[in-house]
């Protein structure tokens, strides 16, 4: 199983990023997606999941500015960030678990990506 992460990078405060997870070796569409992210220094936090069908769920500190999407025939799932704010900074994965339900708890999801770094600056 492959889940390679990318679009990260440096932004201004009040900027957009678009992450996106590239899946392979796993038959995606049974896998429930998340997003989890890590700063210098801190745990693992939970950022948003999509289940199979579509479902989404998210951290209370990325509502309303943030909205993950899949496609199931090609394999990926998207991160879109908007509002981004300094506390965004971190280390973005992209992480899979097979019919999941959609968990806040970062080591409920077995399968991870590489990382992608986001920055934002004030």
């Known amino acids: 199983v492959q889940l390679q992460a990318s679009g990260g990078g440096l932004v201004q405060a009040g900027g957009s990023l678009r992450l996106s997870c590239a899946a392979s070796?796993?038959?995606?569409?049974?896998?429930?997606m998340a997003w989890i992210r890590q700063a210098p220094g801190k745990e693992r936090d939970f950022v948003g999941a999509i289940t199979r069908s579509g479902g989404t769920k998210y951290a209370d500190s990325v509502k309303g500015r943030f909205t993950i999407s899949r496609d199931n025939s090609k394999g990926t799932v998207n991160l879109q960030m908007n509002s981004l704010k300094p506390e965004d900074t971190a280390v973005y994965y992209c992480?899979?678990?097979?019919?999941?339900?959609?968990?806040?708890?970062?080591?409920?999801?077995?399968?991870w990506g590489q990382g992608t770094q986001v920055t934002v600056s004030s």
């Open positions: 992480a899979a678990e097979l019919f999941g339900s959609l968990s806040l708890v970062p080591d409920e999801y077995h399968y």
């Open positions: 070796g796993l038959t995606f569409s049974a896998y429930t």
